[in-house]
Structures are given as C-alpha cells and as structure tokens.
C-alpha cells in the first residue's frame, strides 16, 4: 500500500505542489482583497475562488479568453508573482 501511494505521488504534476513565493509584509500594509477582485473583474476575469496562500493572494477562475487560470499576486502590490492558463 505504501508503495502504491508513493507511485501515486509521483505521477502527481509537480505544479501541483507547488506555490508562489510571494515577499512577505505586515498586514497592515497589504492592499485590500476588494480593489484587486474589482479590477480583475472590470479586465474579464470571472473569480471562482479567491483565497489568501501565504503571504500571497491566489485566485481560481477564468480570464477574459475563458481559460482556466490559477494566478499568485503580492499582496501589496498586488503585482502577479505567477500564473498558469489551462485549456
């Protein structure tokens, strides 16, 4: 069994796992999570999810094309640190 669930890990992509590696700041100084949901919203973006990973903002939806996208922002600058489009 144990095996079996090691085979399986592994054949998990390792973008899976893996996150953004966002610089880390006092909260207080972050940008409220409302002016980035709204301008997402006003380029096309349809919001599925929007969660706080880390020190970063991290959104699950579609972009304006209609591909599924998982986006990682700053959380002060609100600048993209990384992002994945799927068909």
């Known amino acids: 069994m144990r095996l079996l669930l090691i085979m399986v ?3 998990i992509p390792a973008t899976v796992f ?3 590696d966002c610089p ?9 999570e409302d002016t980035l949901k ?3 919203l006003d380029e096309g973006y349809t919001i599925k999810k929007f969660k706080v990973d880390g ?3 991290e959104i ?6 209609g591909q599924k996208v998982e986006i990682y922002f700053d959380t002060k600058t609100l600048a993209i640190i990384k992002a994945e489009a799927y068909k």
């Open 24 to 32: 880390v700041y006092p909260k207080a100084e972050w940008a409220p």
């Open 18 to 20: 893996a996150s953004a």
């Open 60 to 65: 699950y939806g579609l972009n304006p094309q």
């Open 9 to 11: 890990l592994f054949a």
């Open 38 to 40: 709204k301008a997402l």
């Open 55 to 57: 020190n970063c903002y």
